[in-house]
C-alpha cells in the first residue's frame, strides 16, 4: 500500500470551483480588451426607463457582459464575479446609436416594389420534330431496282424520286387500267365503271393523282414504279438496297423535315412552377457564336422522374438557316417573369379552337391543325397575367434557419406595445433620437432577381430578391447588412431572435462563457 494520501472530494470541488472561477474570470477580461467598451449596447448615463426616452416598453437593468445572469441593481456577477453593467430593455426591440451602428456596420433601404424573374439555365439536347417524321415504305411487295438517295444525310425535297419498284401487283393493276380504258373506246356496257374501279385499286396501291394520270397517258404496260418523297427534309435512315425484295409496308428511308427542331430539357420540380406552355427561351450552342437562337415551350411531361426529381420540358426552335443538328447541346434561359402578386407571369394564347394534340396551335375559328391535321376543337382562350411589380425584399437582408425566415426592421418612430405608432399632441409620429430594430418573421417566395428594362429592351441586374408574400408593410426600412450582429445581441439579451422566436437566456446559465 502506497503511504501517499489521496484528494478528498471535499478537496476535489474547491478545486473545480476555483478553476471555473479564474476560466470565467479570463474569458471575461479578454472579451473586454478585444471588444468596444459598448459593443453590449450600454445605455447613456442618466436616460432612467422614459418611454419618450427610450421608446416602447423600455426598461433598465443590469446584466453581467456574458449574459449568464440579469439584475435589477447594479454589483456583481454571482457567478463569475465580474461587474454588472447597465442596459435599457426596449422589448423585442433593440436601440442602436450612431456609433454602434458604425460599428456593426448596420446599413438599411426600404421595403420597395420592383420588377422580378427568375432566370432557369439548364442544358438540354436538340432533337428532331417527331411530328415532321416521315417513314416512306413499300407500297406493295416487290423488288427494288434503283435507290436514287443512296446515302443518310442527303436532302430531299417533297416529290423527289426516291426509288423505283419492280411489282408484278402492280403490273398487275396497270394491266386491269388499260383493258378497261379499251373497253371504254369500245363502248363495252359498264366499261366506265370497270375504269373508276381499276383508278381506285391503283390509288389504294400507294399511287398519287399525278402518278395515276402518268399511268393512264403510257400505251404500254409498266412493272417498275417510281415512288417519291412525301414531304421534304433530311434522310436520316436508308433501310433497304438496291436488288432487295421487300414485303409491303416495309420501311425504306426515313425522311425528317430540320426546319424546326426540339430542345429536350430536364427541369427540376423547384423550378416547374416557373415554366407554362408558349413561354420564350433564349438557348446558346457553344459551337454557334454569335448566332441567336429563340423557342418557346410547346410541352410539360405530366410525370416527375423519381430518380432525377425533375420533368422533361420540350421547346420548339425554329431552324430555318439549318445551323442546329440533332446530338447538339443547347444552353437554355428560361426567363419567368413574376406579377405584381408574386405569382407567374404567363404568355396569352390567342384564339377559341385549338389542337388537343398541340395546344400551342390555335385558331380564331374551326379548322385543322397545320401538324396532324386534328380538327379544332372550342377552347376556353388562355388569357395571360402580365408583369408587375412585386414587394421585395434584397437577398443579403434575410435570415433563415431553413423553417423560419425573419427580417429585422429599423424604426426611427416610437410604437405602442402593440406594435402601433404612437403620436403626440398635434397627431404627429414621436420621432426616436436613435433607431430601434425588431424582427419580422416573413413569408418569401422563391430567390428571384431584380432586373430593369432599358429603352433599347435589354435587361439591366439590379441584385437578387425575395417577394414577399406576406409579413411586410411597403415603405417599412429594413436592415440590409449587419442583420446577424443584431440578431445576436437580440439572444444575448433574451429577447426574441431567429433561434429564439420566444426571447428567453440560454440554457444552462453560464454557457456564453
Not at 420621432?431 to 432599358?454: D, I, N, T, W
Request: aromatic share 6%.
Amino acid at each position: 500500500m502506497s503511504n501517499e494520501q489521496k484528494p478528498t472530494p471535499s478537496f476535489l470541488r474547491r478545486r473545480a470551483f476555483l478553476l471555473s472561477a479564474l476560466g470565467g474570470g479570463l474569458a471575461g477580461l479578454v472579451g473586454a480588451i478585444a471588444l468596444p467598451e459598448d459593443w453590449l449596447i450600454a445605455a447613456p448615463a442618466g436616460q432612467g426607463g422614459e418611454f419618450g426616452a427610450q421608446g416602447a416598453r423600455s426598461e433598465v437593468y443590469y446584466a453581467c457582459p456574458m449574459f449568464c445572469t440579469r439584475l435589477e441593481k447594479p454589483g456583481t456577477c454571482p457567478v463569475c464575479g465580474m461587474d454588472l453593467e447597465r442596459f435599457v430593455d426596449t422589448g423585442a426591440m433593440l436601440e442602436l446609436t450612431a456609433r454602434e451602428r458604425v460599428s456593426m456596420g448596420v446599413k438599411s433601404a426600404p421595403v420597395q416594389r420592383l420588377q422580378l424573374a427568375r432566370e432557369i439555365r439548364t442544358l438540354g439536347q436538340f432533337e428532331p420534330d417527331e411530328s415532321l417524321d416521315r417513314v416512306v415504305s413499300a407500297w406493295v411487295a416487290g423488288r427494288i431496282d434503283r435507290l436514287y438517295a443512296d446515302f443518310t444525310g442527303v436532302t430531299v425535297s417533297e416529290g423527289d424520286h426516291l426509288f423505283d419498284l419492280y411489282s408484278p401487283e402492280l403490273y398487275a393493276a396497270h394491266r386491269e387500267l388499260k383493258v378497261a380504258q379499251q373497253s371504254l373506246v369500245n363502248k363495252t356496257p359498264g366499261a366506265d365503271r370497270l375504269v373508276e374501279l381499276s383508278r381506285e385499286k391503283l390509288r389504294r396501291l400507294g399511287l398519287s393523282a399525278a402518278q395515276l394520270a402518268d399511268l393512264e397517258a403510257r400505251e404500254a404496260t409498266t412493272a417498275t414504279f417510281t415512288v417519291p418523297s412525301p414531304a421534304s427534309g433530311v434522310v436520316l435512315e436508308k433501310m433497304a438496297r438496291e436488288g432487295q425484295y421487300v414485303e409491303m409496308g416495309m420501311p425504306v428511308y426515313r425522311v425528317t423535315d430540320l426546319s424546326r427542331l426540339w430542345l429536350m430539357l430536364s427541369i427540376h420540380e423547384r423550378d416547374l412552377p416557373f415554366v407554362s406552355l408558349g413561354q420564350k427561351v433564349d438557348v446558346e450552342v457553344a459551337g454557334l457564336r454569335g448566332h441567336h437562337f429563340e423557342g418557346a415551350v410547346s410541352f410539360i411531361d405530366p410525370v416527375l422522374d423519381t430518380m432525377t426529381r425533375t420533368a422533361r420540358v420540350r421547346v420548339e426552335v425554329p431552324n430555318v438557316q439549318g445551323l442546329l443538328k440533332p446530338g447538339l447541346f443547347g444552353a437554355a434561359t428560361l426567363f419567368a417573369e413574376l406579377t405584381s402578386d408574386g405569382t407567374l407571369a404567363t404568355p396569352s394564347l390567342p384564339g377559341e379552337y385549338a389542337c388537343p394534340m398541340h395546344p400551342l396551335q390555335r385558331s380564331d375559328g374551326p379548322g385543322r391543325c397545320r401538324i396532324c391535321g386534328m380538327e379544332l376543337r372550342k377552347r376556353v382562350p388562355a388569357r395571360g397575367r402580365a408583369p408587375g411589380k412585386v414587394l421585395a425584399v434584397p437577398r443579403q437582408a434575410v435570415l433563415s434557419t431553413g423553417k423560419r425566415t425573419l427580417v429585422y426592421v429599423e424604426w426611427w418612430v416610437e410604437r405602442e406595445p402593440d406594435g402601433s405608432i404612437r403620436h403626440d399632441h398635434a397627431g404627429n409620429a414621436r420621432k426616436l433620437a436613435q433607431p430601434q430594430y425588431q424582427g419580422f418573421e416573413v413569408h418569401l417566395g422563391p430567390l428571384c432577381s431584380a432586373y430593369h428594362r432599358m429603352d433599347d429592351g435589354t435587361l439591366h441586374k439590379l441584385g437578387d430578391y425575395y417577394p414577399v408574400i406576406e409579413g411586410l408593410p411597403a415603405g417599412v426600412r429594413i436592415v440590409t447588412n449587419g442583420q446577424f450582429l443584431i440578431d445576436s445581441q437580440q439572444e444575448l439579451s433574451g429577447k426574441p431572435s431567429l433561434f429564439r422566436p420566444q426571447g428567453g437566456s440560454a440554457d444552462g446559465g453560464h454557457s456564453g462563457h
